[in-house]
């Protein structure tokens, strides 16, 4: 006897590639995201270039524009000011939004290799931190200045080795003594009353005197050099002298040369000995970085506090460090290529200062190099290729380093990103992980892989270009998108969307994501793979249709899968819609051994209007030889048609304002007897379905026995 | 600065939504509202070129308004000499009874008219127009019963047919009206005209001019919102 049944799915889930796989999960879920208000998935998603108004993709298209190899927002003034920055053959811009136009910061850099760690920004303070692990880093002040915002991230050099000039007798020639004081000579240029110009030299007759001096530089971040070498020494022995009816002891200041500080040099700090001594003493602060000496009238007892030993302020130590992070009011860089598995920290508030002490050595040579490091609650965590550390503590209380985890570690750096309320996810060899909870106030830190059931694409992924994968977040979509190469492709050539308010995953094809961030409104802005529409570029004239691309775009509602040449030169044209393609799990109803007859398919759908679905049906895990259910409008059936946009049946003078409606589409399945049912539908038409429901009968038929 | 880029797209065949309509719209909305900042727009930074025209409103002009020529017809009783050796010279022409527009009077005809496109906003409107009107039959004849038409005259400035102005009555035989009005408007297309109402006749023959206008000019100025 026969029995109608039906197995019905109210709210369809994400890709999970597996058996067995749950009923509402996909097996293919290919260019859709997610609304939760509706539980829809919809295709309302595509690219377009940055400047929409603009001719083909200006102002991308200079001669030495190429590939975009890293992009980066930096927004500020609660978004009115977003500095992009992007990096293409070996150049650093900033795109400038109002213009138009792009501003060259930096040239001569090195191109990131297939392999290689693309370049990182992170933000310290009013500086964007920017270091590739090749070039020195650097940091960049965000403001519409170009490139004499840019200053070297620590002090590559000590000071130079201040000078003073020799002293000679009082009233001798040439003038090289300066009286300190009129208190005992008059007609002197200092007033007794002066206390601060006391003068270095003694006040008796025979007294020595014999000085050195240290300088050191203090940037505009706050950050104070490395001490210079010790000047000369200066040796002066007190004399008595009459001039007019006066008899006295002159005493004498020093003139120092000292030397001018790199760019960013907003004072020069001044330290010197007590008499014949060799513990430096601060001086005088300089504040300025144009003048070239300076005279000290200062005594012994008028110099303040003792300088920073040499130890407390170091040259940079890590010139071509690759990652960095602000933790606790220190900036943490990694050792580079050079020592990668060390990290520094800088001073607290000073990012350019290092205490020769100031690093940590990480332990597990299993571990291995330093990958990217993340803060987190209350602490830093420490990626690296097999492992994951976690740096706590403070700069005044110490900080330490302990292990967190063996045997799970990222080669992307690009792809640690926060989730907001959910944590912070990266991307292993084998999938992708979500760090949660903390180790403060009794809560736990967990580790837990979130792709589960996406093990097919990364047993397909190129390991070796993990590196240049890349994953961004946006809040508005609440989406976090990751990209990387599969199938030994050596451009990120595959996409997957975790989806926030679902836990699943979909995938995105044919987005050519070369890196990628989110803006202050949460738009994902990304940089184009290839650049085949530059200035002077070979072929000049593309064939039609072919893909053009260059410089940066947006992931946006606006649906078409970008540009396409139009055929007459390097002039594009809009591209058609992306394909977006649904699969469904393999359904056995359950019971794996019973024969079932499918009949209908009802699609729950939100009305769209008259475009159409064509259904494909599957059994028994086929996906060749699928048989045909039809192709159904987009409208409710037994109502009349909704009216749609460019039809002359509604063309009235006047919008036809609609809703989307809830509605069932049924797809007749002829003839389908099988094991395990599924079926697909692919369109390039927009399409927004929830779920779906399978009739089926069945009438006790079973599997019959096994080939021999 | 502030970036905004498609959040829905419309297509042929797809129904209109409107709630994905005013969304989108939404995106630019509080762009323009409080997304820029002197980084976006530093002082000076907005000239001549940068303004397009008909940025912050639209002016329309229906100029040169006169007497319909077909309903100007001569004075049969003032003008006409003794000798009636020079009819030409001094006869004057114009509007009168028992004809289109006035017929018998006491009621508005139109004058100008001005239809065009909206913003949402606030609407001036200017009326300045010459008219002359003869002053025979001005009085009442003194120690009779006969009766003379009351000589005056009265604009109107109605849009969509409702009266958004009304003039007082205008006594004097040459005048040069100047009306002025400005209200909020509505998006979408507004008829502005102008319309006139002489007296009803009173002891006045058809053959007699009533009145003569010209130099009509009809300016309206829709300032954007």
């Known amino acids: ?708 | 600065m502030a970036y905004r880029w498609n959040k829905n797209t419309i297509e042929n065949k797809d129904i209109v939504e409107s709630r994905e309509f005013d969304q989108a719209h939404n995106e630019f909305v509080s762009l323009i509202n409080g997304g820029m900042d002197r980084e976006n727009l530093p002082i000076e930074c907005v000239g001549y070129p940068e303004m397009k025209k008909q940025s912050f409103g639209k002016a329309h002009l229906s100029g040169n308004v006169f007497t319909p020529i077909a309903y100007a017809d001569q004075d049969g009783v003032y003008g006409t000499g003794f000798s009636n050796n020079n009819t030409r010279g001094n006869r004057i022409v114009g509007l009168r009874y028992g004809q289109d527009p006035i017929n018998e009077g006491d009621s508005f005809f139109e004058v100008a008219t001005n239809s065009f496109d909206c913003q949402e906003g606030m609407l001036h409107i200017h009326w300045k127009c010459n008219a002359y009107m003869p002053f025979y039959y001005a009085f009442w004849q003194a120690y009779t019963s006969n009766t003379v038409a009351r000589k005056r005259y009265q604009w109107k400035i109605n849009i969509d047919g409702v009266t958004v102005y009304d003039s007082s009555a205008i006594c004097q035989s040459f005048f040069t009206t100047n009306i002025a009005t400005m209200i909020p408007i509505s998006a979408g297309n507004h008829k502005v005209s102008v319309s006139l109402r002489y007296p009803a006749r009173g002891d006045d023959a058809d053959n007699q001019v009533l009145l003569q206008y010209w130099g009509g000019n009809l300016f309206c100025h829709n300032l954007y919102r």
């Not at chain 1, 769209?608 to 059994?619: C, F, L, N, P």
């Open chain 1, 1 to 708: 006897m026969k029995k109608v049944s039906n197995l019905t799915v109210v709210s369809q889930k994400g890709v999970y590639i597996g058996i067995p796989s749950s009923d509402d999960s996909a097996n293919r879920l290919e260019n859709w995201k997610y609304d939760a208000k509706t539980t829809s998935w919809s295709n309302e998603l595509g690219f377009e270039k940055f400047f929409s108004n603009s001719n083909n993709f200006a102002p991308f298209q200079g001669s030495t524009q190429r590939k975009v190899d890293s992009v980066y927002v930096w927004p500020a003034h609660s978004g009115a000011r977003q500095s992009f920055l992007y990096e293409t053959n070996g150049q650093l811009f900033e795109l400038n939004g109002s213009t138009e136009t792009v501003t060259l910061l930096l040239s001569n850099r090195n191109i990131p290799t297939d392999t290689g760690f693309l370049q990182q920004y992170s933000p310290y303070g009013r500086y964007l931190v920017i270091s590739n692990g090749l070039d020195s880093p650097i940091k960049y002040r965000a403001s519409r200045g170009g490139s004499d915002r840019i200053f070297d991230l620590g002090w590559r050099n000590i000071p130079g080795t201040p000078t003073v000039r020799t002293v000679g007798q009082p009233d001798g020639q040439p003038r090289t003594f300066i009286d300190a004081a009129s208190n005992v000579i008059n007609g002197q240029i200092w007033k007794a009353s002066d206390a601060f110009f006391r003068g270095v030299t003694g006040t008796a007759v025979g007294d020595k005197s014999l000085y050195a001096y240290r300088v050191s530089f203090v940037n505009e971040a706050g950050s104070e050099s490395p001490l210079s070498n010790p000047s000369n020494e200066i040796s002066f022995t007190a004399v008595s002298i009459t001039r007019g009816s006066t008899t006295g002891v002159p005493r004498t200041g020093f003139i120092l040369n000292i030397p001018i500080g790199p760019a960013g040099t907003i004072a020069r700090r001044i330290y010197r000995t007590k008499n014949d001594g060799s513990i430096y003493f601060f001086n005088a602060q300089v504040s300025e970085n144009t003048s070239s000496t300076y005279s000290d009238f200062l005594e012994d007892v008028q110099l303040g506090s003792e300088a920073p030993t040499t130890s407390e302020s170091i040259s940079m130590p890590s010139p071509s460090c690759r990652f960095t992070a602000a933790f606790k009011d220190c900036l943490f860089i990694d050792g580079g290529q050079m020592d990668p598995q060390r990290l520094w920290y800088s001073q607290p508030r000073q990012p350019d200062t290092y205490r020769a002490d100031n690093y940590f050595d990480l332990g597990t040579v299993t571990g291995g190099d330093i990958t990217g490091l993340m803060p987190y609650y209350n602490s830093l965590l420490v990626f690296r290729e097999a492992a994951i550390d976690l740096i706590r503590g403070d700069s005044l209380n110490g900080f330490t380093l302990t292990p967190f985890i063996q045997g799970v570690g990222t080669r992307s750096p690009n792809c640690i990103l926060p989730i907001p309320n959910i944590g912070i996810s990266f991307m292993s060899n084998d999938g992708i992980y979500l760090i949660a909870g903390g180790l403060d106030g009794g809560s736990d830190l967990k580790l837990r892989k979130i792709s589960i059931g996406l093990e097919e694409f990364f047993d397909r992924a190129c390991i070796d270009m993990f590196p240049k994968a890349v994953a961004a977040y946006s809040s508005r979509e609440r989406e976090a998108h990751y990209y990387f190469a599969i199938d030994g492709s050596t451009f990120n050539n595959k996409g997957i969307v975790f989806h926030v308010d679902n836990k699943t995953f979909s995938e995105r094809t044919g987005f050519p994501v070369q890196c990628i961030t989110t803006d202050h409104d949460g738009n994902f802005i990304a940089g184009y793979d290839l650049h085949n529409t530059y200035s002077g570029v070979s072929p000049s004239n593309p064939p039609a249709d072919t893909p053009a691309k260059g410089g940066l775009f947006v992931l946006s509602g606006r649906r078409q899968a970008g540009y396409v040449f139009s055929g007459s030169g390097l002039t594009i044209k809009e591209n058609k819609p992306l394909n977006s393609t649904f699969r469904s799990a393999w359904m056995d109803m359950g019971d794996l051994t019973l024969k079932k007859q499918v009949k209908y398919v009802y699609l729950s759908i939100l009305s769209r209007g008259d475009t159409e679905i064509q259904m494909e049906a599957y059994k028994d895990r086929e996906w060749a030889n699928g048989v045909t259910a039809g192709t159904m409008k987009q409208q409710r059936p037994d109502h009349p048609d909704q009216p749609v946009y460019d039809n002359d049946l509604y063309r009235w003078d006047k919008v036809d304002w609609q809703d989307k409606l809830l509605t069932r589409i049924r797809f007749d399945v002829a003839n389908m007897s099988c094991m395990e049912f599924a079926f697909e539908f692919s369109t390039n038409d927009a399409c927004e379905f929830i779920g779906f429901q399978v009739e089926y009968t069945v009438d006790g038929t079973k599997v019959i026995g096994g080939k021999k």
